[in-house]
């Protein structure tokens, strides 16, 4: 069975750091392009950021560029979203996603092209 494992959400104060683990079982995430999507309340899902199953490289739209950085652990399966400076606005549900085939890296990753999900992970930015 196919299963992302999301773990690392929480509640943090404004300027602070959280980092988000995505465990892949079932299947070997270095095969897979990594997007990592956010949904804030009463708000669309919205990608925020992909790490590429070619050659590693990366995207982040505007809004988290700078503060944000992902990455992936082959050894154990496992990609990360480090999220730093955290602001009230990054205040969401967090997913990350994999899928399998070509997509485009050097845009913000899209739902429909992201065939596994993780379970989500809640992220509140709050004093």
């Known amino acids: 069975q196919l299963q992302l494992v999301e773990s690392g959400g929480g509640l943090v104060q404004p300027g602070g750091s959280l980092r988000l683990s995505c465990a892949a079982s079932?299947?070997?995430?270095?095969?897979?392009?990594i997007g990592w999507f956010r949904q804030a309340p009463g708000k669309e899902r919205e990608g925020v950021s992909c790490?590429?199953?070619?050659?590693?490289?990366?995207y982040y739209v505007d809004s988290v560029k700078g503060r944000f950085t992902a990455s992936r652990d082959n050894a154990k399966n496992t990609v990360y979203l480090q999220m730093n400076s955290l602001k009230p606005d990054d205040t969401a549900v967090y997913y990350c996603?994999?899928?399998?085939?070509?997509?485009?890296?050097?845009?913000?990753?899209?739902?429909?092209?992201?065939?596994?999900w993780g379970q989500g992970a809640q992220v509140t930015v709050s004093s």
């Open positions: 996603a994999a899928v399998g085939g070509t997509v485009v890296t050097g845009r913000p990753p899209l739902i429909y092209e992201y065939d596994y």
């Open positions: 790490i590429s199953r070619s050659d590693g490289s990366t």
């Open positions: 079932g299947f070997t995430l270095d095969y897979y392009t």
